[in-house]
């Protein structure tokens, strides 16, 4: 069993920063691939950023040279840096434990808003 847990989300006006955490209970932590995701009012969930295991990272467009995924394997937490953020970035945000095989199950964070505005 595994309990991801988001922290670090907040309100921030337009071009400014934030990073946000997602600390996850359990010892498998290292076999999962984590991602980012995201959910506006009225639309689709999307992803933003993923790192596999072995620390390989992947960005959405719309974040790509502004966002930074990176996890920490010791302390079992997954980050997001987020820098120059946009009004469009406004969101919850959802940390995805996504698992490397059909054995293991997949787990959600309760998700953090993020809120860029002037």
């Known amino acids: 069993q595994v309990q991801l847990v988001e922290s670090g989300g907040g309100l921030v006006q337009p071009g400014g920063s934030l990073r946000l955490s997602c600390a996850a209970s359990g010892s498998i932590f290292s076999i999962y691939a984590m991602e980012w995701y995201r959910q506006a009012p009225g639309r689709q969930r999307e992803l933003v950023a993923t790192i596999t295991r072995g620390g390989s990272t992947n960005y959405a467009d719309s974040v790509k040279d502004r966002f930074t995924i990176s996890r920490d394997n010791a302390k079992n937490t997954v980050y997001l840096q987020m820098n120059s953020l946009k009004p469009e970035d406004t969101a919850v945000y959802y940390c995805?434990?996504?698992?490397?095989?059909?054995?293991?199950?997949?787990?959600w964070g309760q998700g953090t808003q993020v809120t860029v505005s002037s």
């Open positions: 995805h434990a996504d698992p490397p095989d059909r054995i293991h199950r997949d787990y």
